[in-house]
């Protein structure tokens, strides 16, 4: 209950010199601090991105082509599990990365050769995840880039998520409706990842990507965030923001980051704001074949405040009232101030932890360390699968900056090129 009201009292009338709000700042200021001394040990500049892989990445494998060519059956069609903006994701087996034991399965993902989106995206997720290393972030296992006859050819291998996405369970039909509880974990353990992002490394790093097709689910329901390739190092020293061309997914990114290009931790949060409400109503960000009016999520769902009778009608019907409905408020509650128009007035992600550990307390479950185990339901045939996964591939929409406005498009590589430039 108390967790709230923190953030309650975050209204209009509250000004930057609030006690609450210069606490935040405090923490994060001193957070800031131990950054830079845990760097050297002594006072300094966090290192880059790129110096930090300079030191770690080598932890990753360097693939050859035909080993991920033989690892996937030469990219067969049967083994394909994903497609998205940057190309297509096989599932594949490797020999374990110590040379012994067991095959390894693995996530292959392989940038389609006319894809004008991927270099850059490519090496960012390489340096990344290459420097990042936390239990609800996908791992990163190798990569490939040759540049032979054929063109050029970049891949990427990750650790196999056999749960598929939270788009996948929120949105597909063909998979079981996922419980409350499970709901909550998979936030929590999102959450914590995100966390880490924010407030657990030498430099900070900007997901700008956070939706709910980039929250993977392991055999357990974990949740590891994937799709590193728009990821930013954050502001250093005094500055508030990174100026970037803003770049993300319509229906997700904040709205003072679309119209600035300012990016800080805050539009993450946003996002997050976004994907609680995906969670609550099972219904997406965007949705063009819902009537007018009920098209943006977060704008239907104003209607329906936390606090009302009517809040009820909002929640996803696959839940079959099978919830708490004073956390499923909170919970709500808590996505309202993560979508505060001010970003200074969102939480920052350490708090969502809180929050959310406290909801799945009170939702009737003591022991937060341990993921609700759900069967694994049958999967679709591979044909329905591909005709499923191809409708949901244009539903998707990017958002594209170009002189000051922007406009949404059914996703399109080329248009994509203008915000990645
Ligand atoms: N490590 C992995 N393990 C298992 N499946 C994966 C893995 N990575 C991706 N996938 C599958 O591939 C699908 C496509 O992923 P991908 O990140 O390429 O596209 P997306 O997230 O749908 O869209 P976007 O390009 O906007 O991120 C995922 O939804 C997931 O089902
Ligand atoms: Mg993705």
New binding site residues.
Partial sequence: MNCFNIFNSKTKKKSKSSPELREQQQTQSSKQATRLVKSTGSISSPRSIPELYREKGHNLKKFSFSELRIATNNFNRMLK?????????Y?GSIKPVSGEGDPLV??I?KLNRNSLQGHKEWLAEVQFLGVVDHPNL?KLLGYCSADGERGIQRLLV?????N??L??HLFGRALPPIPWITRLKILLSAAEGLTYLHEGLEIQVIFR?F?S??V?LDENFNA?L??F?LAREGPQGDRSHVSTMPVG?YGYAAPEYVETGHLKSNSDLWSFGVVLYEILTGRRAIDRNLPQSEQKLIEWVKQYPADSKRFRMIMDPRLNNQYPLDTARKVAKLADSCLKKNPEERPPMSRIVEILQDAIRESGNGNISEITSVAPSPLPEPSTRRAV?YI??WR?E?FFVSRGCFRDHA?CESQFLFIIL
């Fill in positions: 599990i994903g497609e998205g903006g940057f190309g297509s994701v599932k693995v996530a993902k996908v990750y650790e196999y998520m056999p598929k996405s788009e996948a990507d939706k097709s980039n993977l590891k994937s799709d390739g997914t996964r949901e591939y998707h990017v996703r």
